[in-house]
């Protein structure tokens, strides 16, 4: 709304002044004094011509008033102007850049996404990978199920598993999941290759039988 006045009121003054240039400039054309002796001279020589010979008023100018009034209504809107800009730019700055709109993710969409990443870690930095398995799976808990795990220990997540609509070995999943992740992560338990590959295969498992399901009957 006040990019359109602001290019409005511009476009009003510059109107104006292009209008006002010319008759700022424009004067009065002087006039010669004539001799009182050569007034009648010019009366009784001037011929008599018809009233439609006379020749049309010339236009000399506007007034000294005139151009002033012109000249503060020009001021004036260059004042409007300057406000209308000022604050289309306050505006702006208020309601801050505009932010591109966030894609929606599903949170299993986003724990596979996740678990394509993990996968790499299971060769080289175990600790890493039950931290990054374990952070996961607490994440696809709290968008899949509304449960706060990402701020839950495992002692206080672990409990709170049997009010989940799933089924007791998906449950046991989750459980086992810790079980062997807290270990290596806080104790510093070398993990074995055979666990890690059962216990991420087990993940990715209870994120796509947990998925929301679409009414035709596909995973969303």
């Known amino acids: 709304m006040m990019k359109y006045l602001a290019r409005m009121g511009l476009s ?11 008759c700022l400039y424009a004067e009065e054309p002087p006039q010669p004094p004539a001799s009182p ?3 009648p001279q010019a009366i009784e020589k001037a011929p008599m011509t018809d009233i439609h010979d006379i020749a049309p008023p010339l236009f000399t100018g506007f007034s000294s008033g005139a151009k002033k009034a012109m000249l503060y209504g020009g001021i004036a809107l260059g004042v409007v102007l300057l406000v209308l800009v000022g604050l289309w730019l306050w505006f702006r700055r ?3 850049p505009k932010k591109a709109p966030e894609i929606y993710q599903p949170p299993d969409v986003l724990a596979l996404m996740a678990l394509d990443r993990i996968e790499a870690l299971m060769s080289r930095d175990g600790k890493a990978f039950y931290f990054e398995l374990s952070e996961a799976a607490k994440h696809y808990l709290k968008g899949r199920f509304g449960l706060n795990a990402p701020e839950m220990t495992a002692e206080e997540l672990l409990p709170r598993l049997t009010g989940l609509p799933v089924t007791p070995d998906q449950k046991k999943t989750v459980s086992t ?3 062997h992740a807290e270990p290596v992560k806080f104790a510093g338990l070398t993990p074995d290759a ?3 590959a059962e216990d991420f295969s087990a993940t990715r ?3 796509t039988e947990t998925a929301p399901v679409a009414e035709s009957g596909e995973v969303k």
């Open 94 to 96: 208020k309601q801050g």
């Open 177 to 179: 999941l810790f079980a």
């Open 205 to 207: 498992s209870f994120v």
């Open 37 to 39: 002796s050569a007034v």
């Open 12 to 22: 009003v003054c510059l109107l104006l002044l292009f209008l006002m240039v010319p």
């Open 194 to 196: 055979n666990t890690m």
